[in-house]
């Protein structure tokens, strides 16, 4: 990636990553998604399993892209139940 312009491509994963000190990536393996997220691999294979993270066939180790990761992130925004929940 060249210079953080005003608009980011994964405005979400590359905050995250930022926070997190890790640099933005073309593809990510599953071990990477589980750093990511701070879970373990097996929690990433759940999610994949369960359809909550779409996991691609690609050659090598990788498994996901940027855009599947901001993806998972665009989809995780939920409210809260209720009126009294902040």
């Avoid at 995250?16 to 691999?41: C, H, N, Q, R």
């Avoid at 369960?50 to 665009?74: N, V």
Wanted: aromatic share 8%; charged share 30%.
């Amino acid at each position: 990636m060249n210079e953080m312009t005003s608009q980011t491509a994964y405005p979400l994963l590359e905050r995250v990553l930022f926070e997190m000190g890790l640099p933005l990536k073309g593809i990510y393996t599953t071990k990477d998604a589980a750093k990511i997220f701070g879970v373990s691999i097996r929690t990433i294979q759940d999610w994949c399993r369960e359809g909550k993270l779409i996991p691609r066939d690609l050659p090598g180790r990788g498994r996901f892209l940027s855009a599947d990761l901001e993806e998972f992130l665009q989809r995780s925004l939920t409210r809260k139940r209720g009126p009294h929940h902040d």
